[in-house]
């Protein structure tokens, strides 16, 4: 054997070698989901819920061996509440990290940003919070899935069930962002379509902690229902600011969205006898065995419940993890499919599934009412819940409507 | 019809004057500060959140809202004493911009801070029971609080205006900040009164700061978006002016809310426009000196 042949042959060898050791380590490699979410500012205890929920999916899954033998890590980043910072986190996470997902986002007008970063990437990404946009064209894209309820949805089952039980004659305080301009304009045409009026609306700028120059105005209409579209911690200095100005007396309170953590920072009493939906409440366990198990891990993991945002971000990863089994791969487009081709699943609390031509969710939602301090049952027991709403596509616009042929 | 409105057209009036009240206490104390050392407090809303923060602590501990009312501040204050003697008196004599981004640095410093301390989800400062109900003032019904909150600003106006005009101290402020070389030459030493402009002025922060707590919920990031609106309150006031500081935290807090009633979506811009015309008219403010900038 001669010099050069002895080299060719042991770089072969070595190369050969190597080989399974490269193939070895790759598949060892774990299945990375990045996941944007604002940490800091007014949604930070739902973000705190969520990046809970998101870490229990993560840990349950790798504690059954991970998805495709590899473990799940998922990659939690800051965005602010801000678009131009999540677009910054997405881009730097696929970038950078090299992540095969994304979920995440908790604000309309920041998931969108973040969607135009994983649609440029062609990433696969389940928005895990409200917006009518995401599953609509032009924006959405095939690899754009929507797990959480929309404005629509929220506003036509929410409204529906309150012009029917709370009174005909509404105010609206929003926040002036997408979402609260989205729900303002669902509620308006739902209340009007149930034979109800709109007194006023007034549009206030989110994260703002001062309602009382917008309450005289709505005390001298005289509304019966008033409509607080105030998320996060606005809602606590709205209620509380409204409840000083006595209008709690004076006419009913409705949110679309009950947040069970600013309950909890606002005190019972400040929210009892407030109306809400909710795309679940800890205590529907009662009546749903899927949910009972999931509280009971939940609970026992962190010390504190699940609230709506936090199960978002749980199912969000489940479904990526059951995309990827499905599909035996991780490339984006495939896990898509495979989605959308099994559209039923069943995470947390009950029969969810995918609308093939827009990507967007199903799933039951709850009506709750605060209870006053004296009422309230354990640490954590601040709703009573007081209707059902089952999944229905029929609550959220149409695929043509939306835009899909 | 017009019967409404001009009820509602009072009770906005009156909501305003809270507005403005929180701005004054605000605006006082960054144009005291700013009259005397010419330093642009940028950690003054980061104090205001401290107030509120030191007066859910001392409500926690004593149980009693009117001791933390009286301790917040106080407490307030001597970190203001801290900062002046630590950080700030090394930057005297420099260009204005540099006390400016030290004390932009410390804000988001505090902010931080108090995330670590408290966590990042806000908390709830209750105001005490007398005052929690809602009186009906015969055109609307108004919360006890919020009265009280005019009250107070008032009342803390009145005894710095006293102070500042009736006491030994206040007559070397006052000359202090129209010429402090002659002040020094007549043996005045001006550092102690520099330490305790520096005190009052953040101590009214963090009075601001607790009185705004029941109001508005105590989150690490509340002085955030009210420092630039209590900037805007000095420039048209006019920097350094305490009576500037005043009209014009009145004038801003009924602006906001005169807006809110017409068109809501524009309370936030006219702020700013009014700035831009007082500015156009008077280019330093409505009470302001010409040249201090310079």
């Known amino acids: 054997m001669d010099r050069r042949a002895f080299l060719g042959t042991a770089t072969a060898g070595a190369a050969a070698l190597a080989l399974p050791a490269v193939l070895r380590a790759q598949s060892k490699d774990p299945v990375k989901i990045g996941f944007p979410l604002p940490l800091t500012g007014p949604f930070a205890a739902l973000a705190n819920d969520m990046q809970r929920g998101a870490t229990l999916a993560m840990e349950q899954v790798n504690a059954k061996g991970g998805v495709l033998g590899r473990k799940l890590d998922v990659l939690f980043r800051d965005d602010q509440l801000k678009p131009a910072v999540g677009a910054q986190r997405t881009k730097e996470l696929i970038e950078n990290e090299k992540v095969q997902f994304v979920v995440g986002g908790l604000a309309a007008h920041v998931q ?86 709109i007194l006023g609306a007034t549009p206030y700028p989110l994260g703002n902690p001062e309602f009382s120059a917008h309450l005289p105005r709505i005390q001298a209409a005289k ?135 827009d990507n967007k969710s199903f799933q039951d939602m709850w009506i709750v009412k605060g209870v006053p301090q004296s009422k309230v049952r354990g640490e954590w027991g601040y709703y009573d819940v007081v209707s059902r709403i089952p999944a229905n596509e029929e609550l959220d616009r149409t695929c043509a409507e939306k835009g899909h042929a | 019809m017009i019967d409404i409105s001009a009820s509602a057209l009072a009770a906005q009036i009156f909501t305003g004057l809270v507005l403005g009240g929180i701005f004054v206490l605000l605006a006082i104390g960054l144009s005291l500060i700013f009259g005397l050392m010419t330093v642009v407090n940028f950690a003054h809303g980061s104090l205001y959140m401290l107030g509120a923060y030191f007066g859910f602590f001392l409500l926690g501990l004593t149980g009693s809202f009117w001791v933390a009312l009286a301790l ?162 000095v420039v048209v006031g006019g920097m350094g002016s305490l009576v500037g500081a ?13 807006t809110t009633f017409v068109a809501p979506q524009l309370a936030e811009i006219m702020v700013f426009v009014v700035m831009a015309l007082v500015l156009l008219v008077r280019p330093s403010g409505l009470f302001g000196e010409a040249g201090l900038l310079e």
């Not at chain 2, 005043?246 to 005169?258: C, D, K, R």
Request: charged residues 20%.
């Open chain 2, 72 to 233: 917040a501040p106080l407490l307030v204050g001597v970190f203001g004493l801290l900062v002046e003697r630590v950080l700030v008196r090394r930057l005297y004599g420099r260009s204005i911009d540099d006390p400016l981004l030290l004390t932009f640095g410390l804000s988001l410093v505090l902010v931080e801070a108090v995330k670590l301390v408290w966590g990042k989800v806000g908390l709830t400062l209750d105001p005490p029971r007398e005052l929690g109900a809602a009186v009906n003032l015969g055109f609307m019904t108004f919360p006890v609080y919020r009265l009280f909150v005019i009250a107070v600003t008032a009342l803390v106006l009145l005894v710095l205006w006293l102070f500042l005009e009736r006491t030994n101290v206040g007559l070397v402020i006052r000359a202090g900040s129209r010429d402090p070389l002659m002040v020094r030459a007549l043996g005045v030493d001006l550092g102690r009164i520099w330490l305790l402009v520096f005190g009052i002025g953040t101590g009214l922060a963090g009075l601001a700061g607790i009185l705004a707590g029941p109001m508005r919920g105590v989150y690490a990031e509340m002085g955030v978006t009210i420092v630039i609106e209590s900037f805007v309150v």
């Open chain 1, 223 to 357: 509304p019966e229902v008033l409509l607080a579209v105030t998320p996060g911690a606005d809602g606590v200095a709205f209620t509380k600011q409204a409840i000083s100005f006595g209008m709690k007396k004076e006419m009913k309170i409705l949110a679309p969205l009950h947040f069970l953590f600013y309950a909890k920072e606002g005190g019972a009493d400040l929210f009892s006898d407030i109306y809400g939906g909710t795309s679940f409440y800890w205590e529907v366990q009662d009546t749903v065995p899927q949910a009972k198990r999931l509280v009971e891990a939940w609970t026992k993991r962190f010390g504190v419940p699940p609230d709506a945002y936090g199960l978002y971000g749980y199912s969000g990863i489940m479904e990526v993890a059951r995309g990827v089994e499905l599909a035996r791969s991780t490339d984006s487009t495939a896990v898509a499919s495979a989605l959308r081709a099994n559209p039923v699943y069943d995470h947390y609390k009950g029969k969810q599934w995918w609308r093939p031509c």
């Open chain 2, 246 to 258: 005043i009209v014009a935290g009145v004038l801003i807090g009924e602006v906001v809310s005169l």
């Open chain 1, 112 to 197: 969108m940003a973040i969607n135009e970063q994983t649609k440029a990437a062609q990433v696969l990404y389940i928005s895990v919070s409200q917006s009518d946009e995401i599953s609509a064209k032009p924006d959405t894209s095939p690899l754009t899935f929507h797990e959480a309820l929309n404005p629509t949805i929220t506003g036509r089952a929410v409204g529906t069930w309150g012009v029917q039980n709370l009174g005909k004659k509404w105010w609206i305080v929003y926040a002036d962002y997408a979402w609260g301009k989205q729900i303002n304009a669902v509620f308006t045409d739902i209340v009007k379509k149930h034979a109800g009026t």
